[in-house]
């Protein structure tokens, strides 16, 4: 059966699509409007329900939800389905942002409001646009995207700034040692491009975090840019050893 390709279709029907974009857009701002204060909720779409990680999701969203947020989940299965799940056991707002995909991803049972978009970049804004902060679960290659792509808003001053939350630093540490060994050490970046990127291992420091911010614009734990130009810094050196100065360790 053939296969169409999205992007490299555009040219087949141009104008006619263009009024499909708008129309999804306008959708989406129409009825995601009055869900704030919101967070929005990236994740793995493989994890099944008796994971750890899956109630772990669930626990953040509902945590949040009892504060008052509404969540925002790209709307499919795995730790989408969690975080909705958990959102809706608050009893707020529980959105689920679907895409069509050549695999057919159903929404999740647990979404309250749920959508459904075609393209990516169309559901994108959506989820970026109505969250106070944005919570990284581990996931693959769309979740290392939508992360990506916050971070880049803010630091372009695009987007005012959020926290990003990376939840787990055993899984986020690799990516975080890279760019700090390789693309911070090379000049690509700075420290500070990382903005307000914050590494929790705990659903306390997720929930306090969030709320932190939302409530007095202070993050409850340390940003990983801070710690990035700590680890940069060269250690100093007395007659030929190395000597940590106090505080660090």
Not at 204 to 219: C, G, H, M, N, P
């Amino acid at each position: 059966m053939a296969r169409g390709y999205e992007i490299n279709d555009f040219a087949k029907e141009e104008s006619w699509r263009m009024f499909r974009i708008i129309g999804e857009l306008v959708e989406g701002f129409d009825r995601l409007s009055g869900v704030e204060p919101a967070v929005t909720i990236y994740g793995s779409a493989r994890v099944k329900p008796d994971q750890p990680l899956y109630q772990v999701t669930q626990e953040i969203a509902r945590r949040l939800g009892e504060l008052g947020f509404s969540i925002i989940t790209g709307g499919g299965p795995g730790l989408m389905e969690a975080a909705n799940k958990g959102a809706a056991e608050a009893g707020v707002v529980s959105a689920g942002l679907n895409i069509e995909l050549p695999e057919e991803q159903t929404p999740n049972p647990y979404s309250t409001l749920s959508i459904t978009f075609n393209h990516f970049f169309a559901r994108k804004v959506m989820l970026a646009k109505y969250a106070t902060a944005f919570i990284a679960m581990p996931g693959g290659i769309g979740t290392m995207d939508e992360v990506t792509e916050i971070v880049c808003l803010i630091q372009t001053h695009k987007m005012r700034p959020f926290p990003v939350i990376l939840y787990d630093s055993s899984y986020w540490g690799g990516w975080l040692e890279w760019m700090r060994r390789t693309t911070l050490a090379q000049g690509y970046i700075e420290a500070d491009d990382l903005g307000l990127l914050v590494v929790c291992n705990t659903v306390d420091d997720v929930v306090a975090t969030v709320r932190e911010w939302y409530e007095k614009q202070q993050l409850a734990v340390g940003r990983a840019a801070d710690e990035m130009k700590r680890q940069r810094r060269p250690p100093a050196r007395r007659g030929g050893s190395r000597t940590v100065s106090g505080g660090e360790s």
